[in-house]
């Protein structure tokens, strides 16, 4: 027999063994989803954001690339609801299994076996309790919160929940008790699975945390620890009104997030993406010069924060970044470029104080721009937003009244805060 022929065999039975192989993994989807079905439980093959769109704690409420696939829902033996969803983010990916609270709780968490704390949490570490034996890490924003949740009755609960699943991940996200890993392969295993964790919750909502309840969220995509901030995803509108450049074509966005911290400026950031297209000379495999077009793919992250009223032209960066007004600090003018139309005006918003603080809290690049002030960011990223959103904020809130008098306004917009504001 001949390779060609060999290499023909080989080819046909690799093709039949993928149908083959394709045919069983639906007929087990199928099987899979009416036994789900039998339990009275409903099976959503691509489900939309809103069932995760009030969830704000690790794995949500981080990243920018954010999906969710199959989803369990239904409710337990006593009548409470319960969801089991697939989620991904660039930061994380598996499945989520949860239920319901009678109250929206703050964040608590609550991770044993030896397993590691969710990416992105931020949280004092508590002493784990007793009752819940070695390898337990306790996490919450009040130590004395830890202590009202972790009763005996409940670290109970959790050692048997533990005993079958010794990583268990435990977490308070709102109104929902959120466990990761689920063993949602096993019909079997799930139904006893998410009546324990029924169990935990009926637990939590016994206990008298009536003064713990925390506001309502709103029912979109928003940010760990910035409740203010939303993903919104796609807004071309942006092209038309913010400093993207303009050269190109075929030009989108994408990530668009909205939103501000506290009292602070609000902002939009995301990725505007477009293309070019060049001509470039070549040499064929016969020696003849040829020409071909050639597509290149760019993209830049833009940030800018809208200022309470237009705002003379001013840039600050640093020194590399031009010579600039000289100050009469030696100092600042070794590390930071200032430029402006006026330099009244920029001697006026960059005082000694706010020198002072320029230097010990440097930002990426800036500039006014009307009414936005543009930051010149490398990536688009929470950090990025987070710590320049603080900085404009402590650079605002040093600008001298008389300054935001004599641009129209009564007094100013952005009043000193009490503690420093100091970008992390």
């Keep these: 027999m001949s390779a060609a022929v060999v290499a023909f065999v080989m080819v046909v039975v690799l093709g039949i063994a993928g149908v083959t192989w394709g045919v069983i993994a639906i007929v087990r989807r199928q099987q899979y989803i009416k036994s789900l079905r039998d339990r009275g439980w409903t099976f959503v093959n691509s489900p939309t954001f809103e069932p995760v769109a009030r969830l704000g704690n690790p794995p949500f409420g981080i990243g920018f690339h954010r999906r969710t696939d199959d989803q369990i829902t239904g409710w337990t033996s006593t009548g409470r609801p319960f969801q089991v969803i697939e989620y991904g983010s660039e930061h994380w990916s598996g499945w989520v299994g949860m239920v319901t609270l009678s109250r929206r709780l703050p964040e608590l968490w609550i991770t044993g076996g030896q397993t590691q704390p969710r990416f992105g949490v931020a949280v004092t570490g508590v002493p784990s309790p007793a009752q819940l034996g070695p390898g337990w890490q306790i996490g919450a924003l009040v130590p004395a919160y830890a202590d009202e949740v972790l009763t005996p ?3 109970e609960r959790l050692n048997a929940m533990a005993a079958g699943q010794p990583g268990l991940n435990l977490s308070i996200d709102g109104d929902q008790l959120v466990v990761l890993d689920p063993p949602r392969e096993e019909v079997d295993l799930l139904g006893p699975w998410l009546e324990q964790l029924a169990g935990v919750a009926a637990v939590i909502d016994a206990l008298p945390l009536d003064h713990r309840i925390e ?13 203010d901030w939303h993903w919104i995803g796609v807004d ?11 050269a190109g074509h075929a030009h989108r966005t994408s990530e668009v997030i909205r939103g501000r911290d506290g009292d602070g400026p609000p902002f939009v950031a995301f990725n505007h993406h477009w293309k070019t297209t060049r001509t470039e000379s070549y040499t064929d495999s016969q020696g003849r010069s040829q020409t071909r077009t050639v597509t290149d793919n760019h993209s830049q992250a833009l940030l800018g ?8 032209p001013l840039q600050v960066g640093p020194r590399g970044f031009g010579g600039g007004i000289s100050f009469e600090s030696g100092a600042f003018n070794e590390q930071f470029a200032v430029h402006a139309q006026d330099p009244k005006y920029a001697y006026d918003v960059i005082h000694p104080r706010q020198m002072e603080y320029l230097m ?13 002030a543009w930051f010149a960011v490398s990536q688009h990223s929470q950090p990025t937003i987070a710590h320049s959103s603080i900085f404009l904020r402590g650079f605002l809130a040093r600008i001298p009244r008389f300054v935001w008098r004599n641009l129209g306004l009564a007094e100013a917009p952005y009043p000193p805060l009490e503690t420093p504001a100091t970008p992390h």
């Design 153 to 155: 009755q409940l670290c």
């Design 215 to 227: 506001p309502e969220r709103p029912p979109r995509l928003s940010f760990y620890r910035h409740p």
């Design 236 to 246: 071309d509108s942006l092209l038309q009104t913010t400093p993207v450049t303009r």
């Design 305 to 312: 924060f809208q200022l309470p009223t237009r705002m003379p």
């Design 360 to 372: 010990a809290n440097p930002g990426m690049p800036f500039a006014f721009t009307d009414h936005w």
